[in-house]
Nanobody, 123 residues
């Protein structure tokens, strides 16, 4: 049984930083590309960042480029999302997802999802 468990969300002020983590079990993590997506109230889920199975490829949404960094530790079966200079518009539930090998910005290409972690940025 594949499980993805996110952690690290919370309530912070504008300009603060948070680091999200997603631990994967039940799947060969080293063969999995990982993605972070987010969904704000009343909006569709949107792509945030993705990383390939070996960390060689990373892609970001334009809205987070230069502020967010995705990374992975295959020894810990964990993917991270370092979020700096947070803005109120970053407020959302953040989800991690996995798919085989190749990084992707398309949510429908991911086959496993976590339950999400709430990030709230106050102004």
């Amino acid at each position: 049984q594949v499980q993805l468990v996110e952690s690290g969300g919370g309530l912070v002020q504008t300009g603060s930083s948070l680091r999200l983590a997603c631990v994967v079990s039940g799947r060969t993590f080293s063969g999995s590309a990982m993605g972070w997506f987010r969904q704000a109230p009343g909006k569709e889920r949107e792509f945030v960042a993705t990383i390939s199975w070996n960390g060689g490829d990373t892609y970001y949404a334009d809205s987070v480029k230069g502020r967010f960094t995705i990374s992975r530790d295959n020894a810990k079966n964990t993917v991270y999302l370092q979020m700096n200079s947070l803005k109120p518009e970053d407020t959302a539930v953040y989800y991690c997802a996995s798919r085989p090998y190749i990084a992707s910005k398309r949510s429908y290409e991911y086959d496993y999802w976590g339950q999400g972690t709430q990030v709230t940025v106050s102004s």
